[in-house]
């Protein structure tokens, strides 16, 4: 079983910036074996994703509505995978999920991953 706990998420104005946290537990976790990804679901909208880093971590992809605005990046030795998100803007508003996926399964897609965490939630002002 894998846990994951993300953090980091809060209110900002718009233009801000916020780094979200999504540290990884569990008795059979490695960064090795898992694919990694952040999503976001806003009020009444299908969850969507955001950004991946690949297991082998030479693959970071990211969702076009946040390319050169959020940074994904991972500390192995805290199995911890980061999200940093700046030039924030209102309609980024959500709530983010990290998720991890030990199959083949196209990073973009929800139903790809076999483990999520609670979410954090950031809420970006006008």
């Known amino acids: 079983q894998v846990q994951l706990v993300e953090s980091g998420g809060g209110l900002v104005q718009a233009g801000g910036s916020l780094r979200l946290s999504c540290a990884a537990s569990?008795?059979?976790?490695?960064?090795?074996?898992?694919?990694m990804g952040w999503f976001r679901q806003a009020p009444g909208k299908e969850r969507e994703f955001v950004a991946a880093i690949s297991r082998n971590g030479a693959g970071i992809y990211y969702a076009d509505s946040v390319k050169g605005r959020f940074t994904l990046s991972r500390d192995i030795a805290k199995n911890t995978v980061y999200l940093q998100t700046n030039s924030l803007k209102p309609e980024d508003t959500a709530i983010y999920y990290c998720a991890a996926k030990r199959s083949m399964g196209a990073f973009g897609y929800v139903n790809s991953y076999d483990y999520w965490g609670q979410g954090t939630q950031v809420t970006v002002s006008s």
């Open positions: 569990g008795l059979t976790f490695s960064f090795s074996s898992y694919d």
